[in-house]
């Protein structure tokens, strides 16, 4: 099943109702936000308050009686839904964009009515009623999209909008422990998927931040990366074949390890958005469950210290799970947000640890605080631990222990949360990504941090522009922004665009790519001609011709036109 069930998720915001980021219990925020972005989070003024559903008005939908009766007719009354929970929660992401016109109570792009396949049957029928009737189709998965990957844009011109939420077609089907391959429908969500998975002794490995609220599908669809994609791959690694309807048939693409029969189909539907048709089910590569995850945490004097010993690691002959390395400002962050509740003889014995690092010339203010992770078996995970750790104590990082790592991993999907209450307090905040080599990482992250710093000052306010290195290779890394500031008086969306805009202009000229994991959707869109250049974007507009004559799916994404 979705997670979006009314009184279950958080149509306006992230995550569920029943979980919240506390900030009573991290003491240290609220003095480090008002020092560093003016803006006083106990005062008790809040700029937004949630919205009801009552609070948004909705148009009456475009579809006719006649067009639902036959979706009713192909799916059953309980899988047609025109209900306005379910309307509102299927027509925007999980973008700043998004989460702001939620409080601001407008939903520009409503879909007209949302589905629920049960085979792939239902989805051939659907598309050639679709394509018949010319209604647009949205593909949705868990909703997480945060480049407008989901809202029904541009669809004037059609005769409506359907959204197909894969949710209950959520299964694995295959478990092959001889491959080690399991095949599983799409809309399979990631604590479920890993259930399953988890009893047969086995894990897919891919955990992003939306990991509890997105969907393989969406994960296919989109590139994605999960936390430790370092050593686990990104989604694209993890896929033997896949299973799609597109408007002009079906294409299944071979259960082989590798092929050398010309140019990857499974590769134009992976990271095609729903543009091209719906990816229903995926044959995906799976490991043994580990037996140990020890994650630990290190010190280093700077960014760039940190940075050097990453790719020394990379280029090594022993790899980790996983690695990232926050700058000097994602340092500080992460320290004033860090928990002050629990055992007080604790906390002080931590601020006196803290307080004799710095006088070694380690500080969580100006240092740069890493993330080291190792899955496996006991004795394997310890050799590796060993020989990495020997890597990163010669090239300059301090040693914090277990604690510091693990409390990163206990809490990784939890921060998103506290995206929903600053955004309330009126505080702009974000994150955008893209990757480069490791020749140039330094120039890219200086120029994009720069670009983002100045838009912020020129919307007159104050603000902190953060960084991570979370996705690693021999021969590159991603670079993870995250930025806050005080929202502009006015214009809320207009200030958050252009930085946005800034941003992406920076990365393209400083040699990035526009984004590394999170997708085109329509945000990205624009930058995509600099991407690929001329002739590439006149190939992807032949595959959508060839594909999806009609332009039904997912229209003013990806290409836009």
């Known amino acids: 099943m979705s997670d979006y069930q009314e009184g279950k998720s958080r149509w306006w915001g992230w995550g569920d109702f029943d979980q919240d980021f506390d900030l009573n219990e991290r003491a240290r925020l609220a003095p480090y936000l008002k020092k560093n972005i003016g803006v006083d989070i106990l005062s008790g003024k809040m700029r937004f308050a949630a919205p009801t559903l009552d609070d948004i008005e909705l148009p009456e939908p475009r579809l006719d009686a006649e067009i639902l009766r036959q979706l009713e007719g192909m799916l059953g009354k309980d899988n047609v839904c025109q209900d306005k929970f379910n309307r509102v929660s299927h027509s925007t992401g999980k973008s700043y964009r998004d989460l702001l016109r939620n409080r601001l109570r407008r939903i520009d792009n409503p879909v007209d009515v949302v589905v629920w396949p049960h085979e792939e049957e239902d989805i051939v029928k659907l598309l050639?009623?679709?394509?018949?009737?010319?209604?647009?189709?949205?593909?949705?998965?868990?909703?997480?999209?945060?480049?407008?990957?989901v809202e029904p844009r541009g669809t004037d011109a059609y005769d409506g909008v359907i959204t197909i939420d894969l949710g209950r077609m959520n299964q694995l089907l295959q478990l092959d422990a001889t491959s080690h391959t399991a095949t599983i429908q799409a809309?399979?969500?990631?604590?479920?998927?890993?259930?399953?998975?988890?009893?047969?002794?086995?894990?897919?490995?891919?955990?992003?931040?939306?990991?509890?609220?997105?969907?393989?599908?969406?994960?296919?669809?989109?590139r994605a990366a999960g936390r430790q994609s370092t050593g686990y791959g990104k989604i694209e690694e993890m896929v033997i074949s896949v299973k799609a309807i597109t408007p002009t048939g079906r294409i299944v693409t071979r259960k082989v390890p590798a092929s050398a029969a010309g140019p990857k189909l499974m590769d134009i539907l992976v990271g095609s958005e729903g543009t091209l048709g719906i990816i229903t089910e995926a044959t995906m590569k799976v490991r043994p469950l580990p037996d140990v995850f020890d994650y630990s945490g290190l010190l280093f004097k700077s960014f760039g210290a940190g940075i050097s010993c990453v790719r020394e690691v990379m280029q090594g002959e022993v790899r980790p799970t996983a690695i990232r390395v926050s700058d000097e400002a994602e340092t500080g962050l992460a320290q004033a947000w860090r928990l002050t509740s629990g055992k007080h003889l604790k906390h002080k014995a931590e601020d006196i640890?803290?307080?004799?690092?710095?006088?070694?010339?380690?500080?969580?203010?100006?240092?740069?605080?890493?993330?080291?992770?190792?899955?496996?078996?006991?004795?394997?995970?310890?050799?590796?631990?060993?020989?990495?750790?020997?890597?990163?104590?010669?090239?300059?990082?301090?040693?914090?222990?277990?604690g510091a790592g693990m409390q990163w991993y206990e809490g990784r999907y939890d921060n998103a949360y506290l995206r929903d209450q600053l955004i309330n307090y009126g505080i702009m905040v974000d994150t955008l990504e893209t990757a480069t080599t490791w020749d140039n990482y330094l120039h890219l992250y200086g120029a994009v941090q720069k670009a983002m710093q100045g838009s912020i000052e020129s919307s007159g306010v104050k603000g902190i522009v953060a960084c991570h290195l979370s996705h690693a290779y021999p021969y590159g890394a991603s670079l993870y922004y995250?930025?806050?500031?005080?929202?502009?008086?006015?214009?809320?969306?207009?200030?958050?665009?252009?930085?946005?805009?800034?941003?992406?202009?920076?990365?393209?000229?400083?040699?990035?790519?526009?984004?590394?994991h999170h997708g085109l959707g329509y945000e990205h869109a624009p930058w995509l001609p600099d991407e690929v250049g001329r002739e590439g974007l006149r190939a992807l507009r032949a595959l959508k011709q060839t594909l999806d004559p009609h332009g039904i799916m997912n229209p003013g994404k990806i290409l836009l036109d």
């Open 187 to 222: 809309g399979a969500q990631g604590p479920y998927l890993e259930e399953m998975l988890n009893e047969k002794g086995f894990t897919l490995g891919h955990f992003p931040e939306s990991w509890r609220h997105s969907c393989l599908g969406g994960w296919l669809a989109s």
């Open 482 to 516: 995250t930025f806050l500031a005080g929202m502009a008086a006015k214009d809320e969306e207009g200030q958050w665009a252009a930085l946005k805009k800034a941003a992406s202009d920076a990365i393209i000229a400083a040699g990035g790519t526009i984004t590394h």
């Open 353 to 402: 640890a803290l307080s004799l690092l710095e006088k070694r010339g380690y500080s969580f203010n100006q240092g740069a605080f890493m993330v080291l992770g190792v899955e496996g078996g006991k004795a394997e995970v310890a050799e590796r631990k060993k020989k990495l750790l020997k890597i990163c104590r010669k090239l300059g990082g301090f040693y914090l222990g277990a």
């Open 128 to 149: 050639a009623l679709a394509e018949e009737k010319q209604i647009a189709i949205v593909p949705f998965g868990g909703g997480s999209s945060v480049v407008g990957g």
